[in-house]
């Protein structure tokens, strides 16, 4: 069982930054994927960005050019840079870990709120 711990979000103002991150429990191994995906009220859970084990990165067309997604895989940790936020990011960012070996976990979610 992997577990993922978040931490980082918040309330910011439009505009401003804040930054993710996601340390998984134990060794998730090779070949597996790490990202961010969101969901705000009344909406499906949508992807923000992932990030492969070997460097390959997708990114929503709505977070290009604002949102950073990478890695250190000896911390088994996953990292989101979020700036210009706009209130339209405001919503619950859930990491998510594709394994291999161990299938798929999703963390808790952690809250964004982005003022206008």
């Known amino acids: 069982q992997v577990q993922l711990v978040e931490s980082g979000g918040g309330l910011v103002q439009a505009g401003g930054s804040l930054s993710l991150s996601c340390t998984a429990s134990v060794n998730i191994g090779s070949g597996n994927v790490m990202g961010w995906y969101r969901q705000a009220p009344g909406k499906p859970r949508e992807l923000v960005a992932l990030?492969?084990?070997?460097?390959?990165?997708n990114y929503a067309d709505s977070v290009k050019g604002r949102f950073t997604i990478f890695r250190d895989n000896a911390k088994k940790t996953v990292y989101l840079q979020m700036n210009s936020l706009e209130p339209d990011d405001t919503a619950l960012y859930y990491c998510n870990v594709v394994t291999q070996s161990f299938g798929t976990f999703w963390g808790q979610g952690t809250q964004v709120t982005v003022s206008s």
């Open positions: 990030m492969t084990s070997g460097g390959t990165t």
